[in-house]
């Protein structure tokens, strides 16, 4: 899942860089600045043997050279250890306290830790540089994205939430738009449990992305949510309908993965797939009851907090023997291939209110707010 919520993997575009150091290089001797030009251009290459050469002749021609730190850069390039570059790069930062593209390091050590996977050190040096730096900086868009990167893959999602709306303000040229998108989305459900919402999210943001490459993932996530809900003729059809318009895709290897497994339930093709979902949004979260007229006067009805739904009913059982502990009156109800958890029965709305605090201050889970009304072995339940 990882490598589908980063979109394809956001890389920093080194050669623009380079580029930028070339530009931006003080005034040298002719001979100094044809040197490091040779240094400048091998950087469109791999060949990192001849690179590594050129930075050492370079120190060893100029080793009082304002540009030594420019080359420095360079040179990390071709060290194949990512502890060693980031040392290379953080001993460049210190050495050069003054150097006018400390913050290229710094970003360039972020975006090791990135394609590590290493969260937590990509957090403590995103916000370092946020705080040596500031948010008027250049590089500051890719450093608030970095930290939203590193919540969201440690499921801190409110925190990673924050940190993407901040990207979004910052990102003028909406670089990081697509990717952080579906990460919203992905986290709200981990968050608030509203398949939904969930399926109406990805629905949007499917046809929002068009044409930017991720509207890929949209739709992957929307065939993986009708499979987990057991609609695999949906499901089925929606991965068919990827395959042929991104053949060329990550996530196209990854639908024909799944329709391998799918087999066995014989799913057969729906045109237009997407518009069944679209019909798919009843105001009634779950029915267990005949679908026909009930006096209300004879219901017994209340408030109290959705948790869900759940996929798999071992995964429900277990939150609500933690929830059990804290409230008096916590409960599972089987939806159509799901589960959901109810926490509490109230009078009204804002009497449940207090219960939606105490999950989120206790447990970090947002509830939503239900009316459940019943009478006898009938039950209704409808969002708020």
């Known amino acids: 899942m990882g490598l589908l919520f980063t979109v394809k993997k956001f890389r920093i575009c080194t050669l623009f860089l380079f580029l930028v150091l070339l530009s931006a290089a003080p005034l040298v001797a002719s001979s100094e600045q044809n040197d490091y030009i040779k240094i400048v251009e091998s950087a469109y290459s791999d060949d990192y043997g001849r690179i590594s050469w050129l930075c050492r002749s370079f120190y060893s021609k100029y080793p009082k050279s304002r540009l030594i730190p420019d080359v420095r850069i360079i040179e990390s390039r071709t060290l194949r250890d990512s502890n060693a570059m980031i040392k290379s790069l953080k001993d460049i930062i210190k050495t050069y306290p003054a150097f006018r593209d400390n913050d290229q390091c710094q970003l360039k050590i972020c975006e090791i830790l990135y394609l590590s996977a290493r969260w937590g050190e990509l957090d403590r040096e995103a916000t370092l540089a946020i705080s040596v730096y500031g948010s008027k900086n250049r590089f500051y868009p890719y450093f608030i994205h970095y930290r939203s990167k590193a919540a969201f893959y440690t499921h801190n999602y409110e925190a990673g939430i924050g940190f ?41 943001s499917y046809y929002e992305l068009e044409g930017s490459g991720a509207e890929v993932s949209s739709l992957y996530l929307l065939a993986r949510n009708s499979e987990l809900k057991n609609q695999h003729s949906i499901a089925y059809s929606i991965y068919t309908d990827l395959i042929k318009k991104y053949p060329r895709s990550p996530e196209a290897l990854m639908a024909a993965n799944r329709i391998s497994i799918m087999k066995e339930f014989k799913p057969g093709y729906i045109k237009n797939p997407l518009a069944q979902l679209e019909k798919q949004k009843p105001d009634i979260i779950d029915q267990l009851s005949p679908d026909r007229a009930v006096d209300k006067s004879n219901f017994k009805s209340y408030y109290a907090l959705s948790i869900g739904p759940f996929y798999n009913l071992q995964e429900a059982e277990k939150l609500m023997k933690q929830l059990k502990r804290d409230f008096d009156s916590v409960f599972i109800i089987r939806g159509y291939n799901t589960f959901s958890i109810y926490v509490g029965q109230s009078e009204s709305s804002e009497n449940a209110m207090h219960y939606k605090i105490r999950l989120a201050e206790e447990f970090g889970i947002n509830g939503d707010i239900v009316y459940i009304a019943s009478e006898e072995n009938l039950r209704f339940i409808h969002k708020e």
């Open 164 to 204: 993407a709306d901040n990207a979004f303000e910052a990102d003028r040229s909406f670089v990081f738009y697509p990717e952080l998108r579906l990460q919203n989305i992905f986290s709200e459900q981990k968050i608030h449990y509203d398949g939904d919402r969930y399926v109406s999210q990805l629905l949007e």
